[in-house]
């Protein structure tokens, strides 16, 4: 079935450092979407990604989905200590029903 | 706009005691999930209902856990009996499908411990 998989598992930056966490699907994905949970919280969504090659920006935030809808990486840039949480990318898959399965997450912590 | 309420929040029990979880979605949203999330873990689907019909039930360990979603709108997710590896975070979404970005309302969650 697929599986969707996150590197890294962990990354501590100093705060102003970039940072970049990569989602790869071992299928073809209809699309993307990425969510971040902040520690204690629940998975808050930030974007969805549909079509190949797709490029999104939140002010920092990059997102980007790979030609072959296998992929997608978010790059944050200049981090700062609010982007500190786990970002988990979610690849949907088209059934009947558009099928998401979520990856295991990327932890980041950002020290001041 | 009221987000999707989960009770209780936190749960512990013994191990064979049976526990069940509410979960009321946002207004309108016909599509309901119940996930299951480990500690440093991305959630895991148990069951996904579109309306009232369950369109995916493959995850959910049905010898001891079961679903129900009355009316197409508040859903319960029952364990019996409850076993030790059962201590997770059980969290609640809600979608409104159908439109062009299928984002995902997560509720707060309800944190069970089974000893």
């Known amino acids: 079935g697929q599986q969707v998989m996150q590197i890294p598992q962990y990354q501590h930056v100093q705060e102003g450092e970039d940072f970049t966490t990569y989602c790869n699907s071992s299928t073809t994905l209809s699309n993307i979407q990425w969510y971040k949970q902040r520690p204690g919280g629940h998975p808050v969504f930030l974007i969805q990604l549909v079509k190949s090659g797709e490029v999104k920006k939140q002010k920092r935030l990059t997102f980007q989905f790979g030609e072959a809808k296998k992929n997608s990486s978010l790059h944050i840039t200049a981090t700062q200590t609010t982007d500190v949480g786990t970002y988990f990318c979610?690849?949907?898959?088209?059934?009947?029903?558009?099928?998401?399965?979520f990856g295991p997450g990327t932890s980041l912590s950002v020290i001041p | 706009e009221a987000g999707v309420v989960q009770s209780p929040r936190y749960k512990i029990i013994e191990k064979k005691q049976p526990v069940a979880f509410w979960c009321n979605p946002i207004s309108g949203h016909n599509t309901l999930y119940w996930y299951l999330q480990n500690l440093g873990q991305g959630p895991e689907l148990l069951i996904r209902?579109?309306?009232?019909?369950?369109?995916?039930d493959s995850q959910l360990p049905k010898d001891r856990f079961s679903a129900e979603r009355l009316k197409g709108v508040d859903s319960t997710l029952k364990i019996q009996p409850a076993e030790l590896g059962d201590s997770a975070v059980y969290l609640c979404a809600s979608s409104l499908w159908g439109g062009s970005v299928n984002e995902q309302f997560f509720g707060p969650g309800t944190r069970l411990t089974v000893l």
């Open positions: 209902y579109e309306n009232e019909e369950a369109v995916d």
């Open positions: 979610a690849g949907g898959e088209k059934t009947s029903y558009d099928k998401v399965i």
